[in-house]
């Protein structure tokens, strides 16, 4: 058994910290709602009172939503002497964040690894996560006996956290543009009146198999929108870290302004705000015919 904290209890990490508690580990647990954690703290997890106790562990993990909330959770004070620990930031951050983060894990005395993942929370609940840590070679070997316990593969991405999470980045804006093409090329047959469960289907069993066809087109034929997996204003800000990511090397993303009208459009909506990501091909099926 070892001592863990985890923190940021939205859907993923939930399930993500459901798994260790599962395993046996004592799991110190911390979200900025304390309510997420009553779950929990009734399979047998420990509350924290504060960010700073849960890092207080030798081994801590973190899901957290964004940039600004990764960035408050793991500050200096909050960590405090780090000396010998080791965080395992699981959430999709930018890489300049990243690379803040690390310096500063440093400083602290500490490792930092990052490890965003391949998978929604049903996929994390069954520890079938695929896992994409990036750090020093030996630290992520030492953490193969919790990732085993995630994820169903690991894929080390080398020894700058960073990395890892342009990884991630890039392939969210993979998934980003195989639902819109899901949207566009459902409307079109939706028109001439094919059954979008058909054509889903024939999609996902010829030319596109996969989970990204197969689980997206499936939600976005049958309009299954909620409860999210994964919203639209998560999205949005993986779209965002795309572009970020792309202008940091100077590379232009010709298709990304068209895919942020979408995600806007969706936020902006009342009726799919907050719903499944995947539902801004409702964007596309709205527009008016000519």
């Given at each position: 058994?070892?001592?863990?904290?985890?923190?940021?209890?939205?859907?993923?990490?939930?399930?993500?910290?459901?798994?260790?508690?599962?395993?046996?580990?004592?799991?110190?647990?911390?979200?900025?709602?304390?309510?997420?954690?009553?779950?929990?703290?009734?399979?047998?997890?420990?509350?924290?009172?504060?960010?700073?106790?849960?890092?207080?562990?030798?081994?801590?993990?973190?899901?957290?939503?964004?940039?600004?909330?990764?960035?408050?959770?793991?500050?200096?004070?909050n960590l405090g002497d780090a000396?010998?620990?080791?965080?395992?930031?699981?959430?999709?951050?930018?890489?300049?964040?990243?690379?803040?983060?690390?310096?500063?894990?440093?400083?602290?005395?500490?490792?930092?690894?990052?490890?965003?993942?391949?998978?929604?929370?049903?996929?994390?609940?069954?520890?079938?996560?695929?896992?994409?840590?990036?750090?020093?070679?030996?630290?992520?070997?030492?953490?193969?006996?919790?990732?085993?316990?995630?994820?169903?593969?690991?894929?080390?991405?080398?020894?700058?956290?960073?990395?890892?999470?342009?990884?991630?980045?890039?392939?969210?804006?993979?998934?980003?543009?195989?639902?819109?093409?899901?949207?566009?090329?459902?409307?079109?047959?939706?028109?001439?009146?094919?059954?979008?469960?058909?054509?889903?289907?024939?999609?996902?069993?010829?030319?596109f198999g996969g989970v990204v066809?197969?689980?997206?087109?499936?939600?976005?034929?049958?309009?299954?929108?909620?409860?999210?997996?994964?919203?639209?204003?998560?999205?949005?800000?993986?779209?965002?870290?795309?572009?970020?990511?792309?202008?940091?090397?100077?590379?232009?993303?010709?298709?990304?302004?068209?895919?942020?009208?979408?995600?806007?459009?969706?936020?902006?909506?009342?009726?799919?705000?907050?719903?499944?990501?995947?539902?801004?091909?409702?964007?596309?099926?709205?527009?008016?015919?000519?």
């Amino acid at each position: 058994m070892a001592e863990i904290g985890f923190l940021g209890l939205g859907n993923m990490g939930t399930a993500i910290a459901g798994r260790l508690v599962d395993a046996g580990h004592r799991v110190t647990v911390w979200n900025r709602s304390p309510e997420a954690a009553e779950p929990l703290v009734a399979a047998g997890a420990v509350l924290a009172g504060s960010a700073a106790e849960a890092l207080a562990q030798p081994l801590s993990f973190s899901m957290l939503a964004n940039d600004e909330a990764a960035d408050q959770t793991l500050s200096e004070a909050n960590l405090g002497d780090a000396t010998g620990r080791i965080h395992v930031n699981m959430a999709s951050i930018s890489s300049a964040l990243a690379d803040v983060l690390t310096d500063r894990v440093a400083a602290a005395g500490g490792t930092y690894i990052a490890a965003p993942v391949l998978g929604r929370p049903n996929v994390a609940a069954a520890g079938k996560l695929n896992i994409l840590p990036a750090g020093p070679a030996d630290v992520i070997e030492s953490l193969e006996p919790y990732f085993a316990v995630l994820g169903a593969r690991t894929w080390p991405l080398g020894d700058r956290p960073s990395a890892a999470n342009v990884v991630k980045i890039a392939v969210n804006y993979n998934i980003i543009h195989a639902m819109q093409a899901i949207a566009e090329s459902v409307a079109m047959v939706e028109r001439r009146g094919v059954a979008p469960t058909e054509f889903v289907e024939l999609l996902s069993s010829t030319l596109f198999g996969g989970v990204v066809y197969q689980g997206y087109g499936q939600i976005i034929a049958d309009r299954a929108y909620r409860p999210a997996g994964f919203t639209v204003e998560l999205g949005l800000k993986d779209l965002s870290l795309a572009e970020q990511s792309a202008a940091e090397v100077a590379l232009e993303l010709p298709s990304a302004p068209v895919l942020r009208e979408m995600f806007e459009t969706a936020v902006a909506d009342p009726e799919l705000a907050g719903a499944d990501w995947c539902a801004i091909a409702e964007v596309t099926r709205r527009t008016p015919t000519v």
